[in-house]
């Protein structure tokens, strides 16, 4: 049982470059989620999905695309890369519904991908 | 305004000590999620939860629904809890989205 697995852990692109980061989880999670993790700025949301085909905007959504295509697969893509995206990329993956109490709902979270746009 | 507030940003503790960190939250936040992420590391979700108390090993984590708080305790603590420690409010709303506290950061001394 892997949990949540995100593809590639370290990446350096220049700028106007593009690029896909892949988080696949094996958990048959229901809600996924893209955030990025920059230095004093905390997790803040790119985008997430709350099912296969469904997708919506987070708090930073510009500059970012996302597909859901697969329950299993949340890819994140950004069509021309800049300077501001360099950033430590978290996917995360719930389950929805049960009871709290149950260990439903809980987060888990990929190991977090490091990407420097130069 | 940031929905989730956490207090303090910092904190250093010697061995052993019993360590508070405090998280609080406004409406529309249906759950609360604690996180640790150590240095260089990835993100494990320690706890969540929507009332009462939960236990595990030397932490324990509280909410008080009506006061709109939760503490996350570290008992005994050992240098390998260094860490920063996060807590997120889960909204009420379609997709549960999380809305983060800024963060704790904890350092044991041996």
């Known amino acids: 049982n892997a949990g949540v697995t995100q593809t590639p852990k370290f990446r350096v692109l220049k700028t106007g470059q593009s690029m896909t980061l892949l988080c696949a989880q094996d958990?048959?999670?229901?809600?996924m989620y893209w955030y990025r993790q920059d230095p004093g700025m905390g997790l803040r949301l790119i985008h997430y999905?709350?099912?296969?085909?469904?997708?919506a905007k987070g708090e930073v959504p510009d500059g970012y695309n996302v597909s859901r295509l697969k329950k299993q697969n949340f890819l994140l893509g950004l069509e021309s890369a800049a300077p501001s995206q360099t950033s430590v990329y978290f996917c995360?993956?719930?389950?929805?519904?049960?009871?709290?109490?149950?260990?439903?709902?809980?987060?888990?979270f990929g190991a977090g991908s490091r990407l420097t746009v130069l | 305004k940031n929905e989730v507030e956490q207090s303090p940003q910092n904190l250093t503790a010697q061995e052993g000590e019993f360590i508070t960190i405090n998280c609080s939250y406004s409406?529309?936040?249906?759950?609360l999620h604690w996180l640790q992420q150590h240095p260089g590391g990835g993100i494990v979700s320690l706890f969540m939860?929507?009332?009462g108390k939960k236990k595990h090993g030397r932490l324990i984590a509280t909410i008080n629904i009506q006061e709109k708080h939760s503490s996350l305790h570290i008992t005994a603590s050992h240098p390998r809890d260094s860490a920063v420690y996060i807590c997120?409010?889960?909204?009420?709303?379609?997709?549960?989205?999380?809305?983060f506290g800024g963060g704790t950061r904890v350092l044991v001394k041996p």
């Open positions: 995360a993956s719930r389950s929805w519904g049960g009871k709290v109490s149950s260990g439903a709902n809980v987060l888990t």
């Open positions: 958990m048959n999670h229901e809600y």
């Open positions: 999905s709350v099912g296969e085909g469904t997708t």
């Open positions: 409406v529309g936040i249906s759950a």
């Open positions: 939860l929507s009332s």
């Open positions: 997120a409010g889960a909204g009420v709303a379609a997709g549960n989205k999380l809305t």
